[in-house]
Structure formats: C-alpha cells, structure tokens
T-cell receptor, first 115, second 108 residues
Framework: GAGVSQSPSNKVTEKGKDVELRCDPISGHTALYWYRQSLGQGLEFLIY????????KSGLPSDRFSAERTGGSVSTLTIQRTQQEDSAVYLCASSFPKGVGGELFFGEGSRLTVL | EDQVTQSPEALRLQEGESSSLNCSYT??????LFWYRQDPGKGPEFLFTLYSAGEEKEKERLKATLTKKESFLHITAPKPEDSATYLC?????????FGTGTSLTVIP
C-alpha cells in the first residue's frame, strides 16, 4: 500500500485482556514510531525503532506495554492485562531512510476501548 | 524540560477571516519544527517542516513561520474545508514532541 497501515482500526476489550495492535509502515522507511493520543491530550511518545538499532523504549508507560518490529518492517504493539486508562488511539508513524529529521507519515490509528 | 505549547486551544473563524495559530517551544537542540493537520478519526497529515529561524513555507492558504522561540501558522481567507486540528511538533535528538493542538472551525 501507499501509506502506513494499522489494524485493527477499532478494538473493544475487557479489562485484564491482552491486545495486539499492528503497524505496516511505508515500504523502505527505516524509522517507526508508536504514539498514544488521548482525548484532549497531545501525542504521547511510546517507542521508536530505527533500522537494526536497539529500540528506544523510554516512552512505554509500564511493563505491560511492549513492541517489536520484525524484519525491519511490520511492528506489533502489545498491551498485557489492559486497564481502562489504556483506552486511547494508538498511532503508528514511519519516516524516510535518510534518518530522523524528515517528516513522519502516520497511519489512521487503532482506537482501543477497555471496558 | 522540553515543552511545546499551542494556542489558542480552539478557534472559530468566519469564512474569509484570516488569523494565526501559535506554537511556542522550549527545547534544546532543535532539529526541526513540523506542522500537521488532523481531521477527526484520522492520523495527522504532514503540512510543513521548518529548520531555522526566519524560515517560511507556504501552501495554498497556509503559511508557516519560525523564530527562535515560536512558530506561527497563518491562515489567509480560510474556507470551511480548512476546519481541522492543527498540531505542531519539534524534533530534538530522535524525539518528536507534540503540542496538544489548535482546533480550528471555519464557519461558512
């Protein structure tokens, strides 16, 4: 596809369940970011992947959150034992191989609702 | 602490009524300032990148400017289709710091 693809677009889950959110970046983009956007809040950085380097996990809010990127392409964000405060839109973005400094291209987001 | 503040939080304009949105920042080692447009239920869409004070970029009715402490997004003669949330972000190191956005409504 031409853009960043995220799935599912909507996810409703019960408190305590695990969820997986998927991001398929633009082909050739080596940088990939995950952000969380809550109502009335700015985008909150979660994790950053650049090529084969170790990811920057400094934004992950707790050890219930983890992410991986397989083969330098598709990324999965996993939230274990979901809590109601995890409800938000999770946005994935990728950028050009010239490295960080270029604009981010965002997916449409995955809206997570924890009941 | 690196910070990005956008104002106003919300802005209502009559069609054709020009105005400006503000993004002020306090970061060390600014590598770039970015403006995005976000429509409801969508991901942010890139508009402009500014790299140094004094730089300006234009696209249709939008013009972005940058100083050492802030950026402005000027909207000239807006149309209803310009209604959206406008986000600014600053890049320092490998991190993008986003403001909370300005929600713009343009009334026909």
């Amino acid at each position: 596809g031409a853009g960043v693809s995220q799935s599912p677009s909507n996810k409703v889950t019960e408190k305590g369940k695990d969820v997986e959110l998927r991001c398929d970046p633009i082909s050739g983009h080596t940088a990939l970011y995950w952000y969380r956007q809550s109502l009335g809040q700015g985008l909150e950085f979660l994790i950053y992947f650049q090529g084969n380097s170790a990811p920057d996990k400094s934004g992950l809010p707790s050890d219930r959150f983890s992410a991986e990127r397989t083969g330098g392409s598709v990324s999965t964000l996993t939230i274990q034992r979901t809590q109601q405060e995890d409800s938000a839109v999770y946005l994935c973005a990728s950028s050009f191989p010239k490295g960080v400094g270029g604009e981010l291209f965002f997916g449409e987001g995955s809206r997570l609702t924890v009941l | 602490e690196d910070q990005v503040t956008q104002s106003p939080e919300a802005l209502r304009l009559q069609e054709g009524e020009s105005s400006s949105l503000n993004c002020s920042y306090t970061v060390s080692g600014l590598r770039g300032l970015f403006w995005y447009r976000q429509d409801p239920g969508k991901g942010p869409e890139f508009l402009f990148t500014l790299y140094s004070a004094g730089e300006e970029k234009e696209k249709e009715r939008l013009k972005a400017t940058l100083t050492k402490k802030e950026s402005f997004l000027h909207i000239t003669a807006p149309k209803p289709e310009d209604s959206a949330t406008y986000l600014c972000a600053v890049l320092t190191g490998n991190q993008f710091y986003f403001g909370t956005g300005t929600s713009l409504t343009v009334i026909p």
